[in-house]
């Protein structure tokens, strides 16, 4: 692993502070130590420019101290990903979906999963989540299936492939993880759900939505949480019916067990399909409880409207809406090549162009909005502590080659470096390379086992 070296960069764009300005910032044992604005641009003859400093292996390696001009490029903190499926990731040889509907993945899925084993799991859990480190996401939140339906192992087994992935990639990226409680489920059910909470998740997920008795499992999640002092994390509404209002329960109970800002609720679809009247009435009450949320708009524009006939319902949220009532809204990848959406490849840049097409958000203050909305946001829905460019805070951050927001949009550069936990971890090169020999490795190790061949059984 590199060592922890000095870094001071300089020329350094940050769009999320002062777009006027440059800057010159410093790196101290893995902390920003400076953040200070510059003048003009400024010259410094000791300092050698980004793209040059792949000549300089000394400098990536973390065997001398960095002095890198960005020569205006921006740097923003590392992404974060606040809603991912990445136990699911790469599974779509395996598990089909003809219709495309959510109700077709979710029982196939089901159908599938005894079959998976650990590794397989754990090796997707690795290359999705090293994909996106790849892309600049240095923290990501992700929902684990737990199929108690089909045993007390096949549910585990999903949490402990997780757990063992989230201590190898400590070192490089923080993962939180969030098992989704299924529904309807007995007294022996919610033991296995307690165990699960005891070998040391992160939070508690669930989708009451598709329950017959929501309000009863949204309770039932509410008084596990309290007992454990975990957050919540709930998919919600995600359906086109525009009656379903699940959100409103749950945003009765926040504020009735005093979980203020330790609620998160995601997709919202059945927004999208309500009158204006009344969504904005679910908003307010929304803002009212301090929820926070979260849009997936690449896989609901996937999966949402398959029933209709023109005009269709395309399922993303009311982003805009959201975001203007004062409730921190981030965007997020979902799910990577798998039933419930053939593509993705956990780029956040991506994602929020999608999400900028479909909630019409491409004004200059809209586009700096949805850097916000996958940056510092999402930041605060996972609760992290010491995140952004700011003196004190972890150095985590992606440099990427462009200098305004208009530019990164519009281009979406792939060439982008990555600094996490006090070393650089990938660099543009003629065939991109991790800095890491370990992350080298993990990454060949998942790709075998993970590919898009169509699977054949794997073992341990």
Not at 60 to 77: F, N, R, V
Not at 217 to 225: E, K, P, S, T, V
Request: with cysteine; proline share 5%; hydrophobic share 40%.
């Amino acid at each position: 692993m590199a060592s922890c070296a000095d870094l001071d960069l300089l020329n350094v764009r940050l769009p999320l502070e002062n777009e006027s300005l440059l800057y010159r910032i410093s790196v101290r044992d893995g902390k920003w130590a400076r953040v200070q604005a510059q003048e003009a641009t400024a010259v410094q003859p000791d300092f050698v420019s980004l793209e040059r400093g792949a000549l300089r292996k000394e400098i990536y390696d973390g065997s001398a101290a960095g002095q890198l001009d960005l020569e205006g490029k921006m740097l923003l903190p590392g992404f974060v990903d606040s809603h991912m499926h990445l136990d699911k990731s790469f599974s779509l040889t395996a598990v089909d979906n003809v219709s495309g509907t959510l109700e077709e993945a979710i029982r196939n899925y089901a159908a599938a999963s005894p079959d998976f084993t650990k590794f397989e799991i754990k090796s997707r859990i690795m290359r999705s989540s090293l994909q996106a480190l790849s892309f600049g996401t240095t923290h990501i939140r992700t929902h684990l299936d737990f199929n108690i339906r089909a045993s007390r192992e096949v549910a585990l087994r999903t949490v402990e492939a997780a757990l063992e992935a989230k201590q190898q990639l400590a070192p490089y990226m923080t993962l939180q993880l969030f098992p989704m409680v299924p529904f309807g489920l007995d007294d022996s059910g919610y033991e296995i759900v307690e165990e699960a909470l005891q070998m040391g998740v992160d939070g508690i997920g669930g989708a009451p939505h598709l329950s017959p008795t929501p309000k009863e499992d949204i309770d039932r999640i509410f008084a596990l949480a309290e007992k454990y002092d975990l957050p919540i994390d709930l998919h919600s509404d995600e359906t086109d019916n525009p009656l379903m209002r699940t959100v409103e329960h749950t945003a009765l109970r926040t504020k009735e067990y005093g979980y203020r800002g330790r609620v998160t609720v995601d997709h919202l679809c059945a927004l999208a399909s309500m009158t204006d009247q009344d969504a904005h009435q679910v908003i307010r009450r929304m803002a009212d409880a301090g929820l926070k949320a979260v849009s997936l708009p690449a896989v609901n524009l996937y999966l949402q409207g398959r029933l209709d006939g023109y005009p269709v319902r395309r399922g993303v949220t009311r982003l805009r809406e959201i975001w203007e009532a004062g409730i921190p809204i981030a965007v997020a990848s979902d799910n990577i090549h798998d039933p419930f959406h053939p593509f993705g490849r956990g780029d956040l840049l991506q994602i929020a162009l999608i999400g900028s097409y479909a909630a019409h958000m491409g004004r200059p203050a809209d586009l700096r909005t949805l850097l916000r909305m996958i940056t510092d946001v999402p930041a605060s829905v996972l609760g992290l502590e010491g995140y952004g460019v700011k003196a004190g805070c972890d150095a985590n951050f992606v440099i990427a080659d462009a200098e305004t927001p208009e530019e990164l949009f519009t281009l979406l550069p792939e060439r982008r470096w990555v600094y996490s936990r006090g070393k650089w971890l990938r660099e543009p090169a003629a065939k991109a390379q991790w800095r890491d020999s370990s992350l080298a490795g993990w990454w060949e190790e998942a790709s075998e086992a993970v590919s898009f061949r169509k699977r054949e059984s794997v073992t341990e």
